[in-house]
């Protein structure tokens, strides 16, 4: 029982030990992520392609009374006054918007000049890996803050090291990241990031937390094996 004490103890020390080591980890590499870049950001939108979910602004020059915002339903299509509904998923705006056009010319103006924005892009996705409960891809329906890109993924799990969270962005081919501390955003002595589309957020884990989950797992077995000692 003394020996099994000892390495109790022992245990014990290398676990806080390990805690203290994992809380300094929290630093940042960069200020900040760098914006993305602007001639790819034009050059993805205009190849933006519609789809499920997307809110689009749908304007008819000079007949206010057909001006609709409109999200995409799940068989790709939407709904404008007069001509019913259209195909939207797949194309991009400027294949949408020349739809409209036949549409209304066909039947209802004589020269109708439309506008189709994406106001919500639903395509757009941010990865959230890590230490947290539910990782994986999802759907960016509005700006996103990191902390809401993590509240998405359903929070960080109890071995998290919320002060290493690191953010990935890929800019002209090259991927940066950046290190923030969830703690200091929360209490406001941090700016809390915004994440863009296709960003990669990943929670570390706390390597002394790690150790104390396995360690009291392991106590019952532990105190079965010194009983029968």
């Not at 245990?11 to 940042?28: E, K, N, P, R």
Request: glycine share 8%; hydrophobic share 45%.
């Amino acid at each position: 029982m003394r020996l099994l004490r000892r390495c109790i103890g022992l245990a014990m020390v290398l676990i806080m030990t390990a805690c203290a080591t994992g809380q300094g980890q929290g630093h940042s590499g960069a200020s900040a992520l760098p914006p993305p870049d602007q001639r790819m950001a034009v050059e993805a939108r205009a190849d933006y392609r519609i789809g499920p979910d997307d809110l689009l602004n749908v304007k008819v020059f000079q007949v206010q009374d057909l001006d609709r915002e409109v999200r995409v339903d799940n068989a790709g299509h939407i709904s404008l006054p007069l001509i019913g509904s259209i195909a939207a998923a797949g194309s991009s705006t400027e294949e949408l918007r020349v739809r409209i056009e036949t549409s209304y010319r066909s039947r209802f103006l004589q020269n109708p000049q439309v506008s189709v924005l994406v106001k919500e892009f639903a395509s757009r996705r941010v990865t959230v890996e890590g230490a947290v409960t539910s990782p994986g891809i999802y759907p960016m329906t509005t700006r996103l803050s990191l902390l809401q890109a993590i509240a998405l993924a359903q929070g960080p799990t109890r071995v998290a090291n919320e002060r290493n969270v690191i953010v990935f962005r890929t800019v002209g081919g090259e991927r940066n990241f950046v290190r923030f501390d969830l703690n200091a955003i929360r209490d406001g002595s941090a700016a809390d990031p915004e994440v863009l589309g296709e960003d990669i957020v990943v929670v570390d884990e706390s390597g002394g937390k790690v150790w104390l989950r396995r360690f009291i797992e392991l106590t019952p077995l532990i105190g079965v094996w010194g009983f029968l000692r």
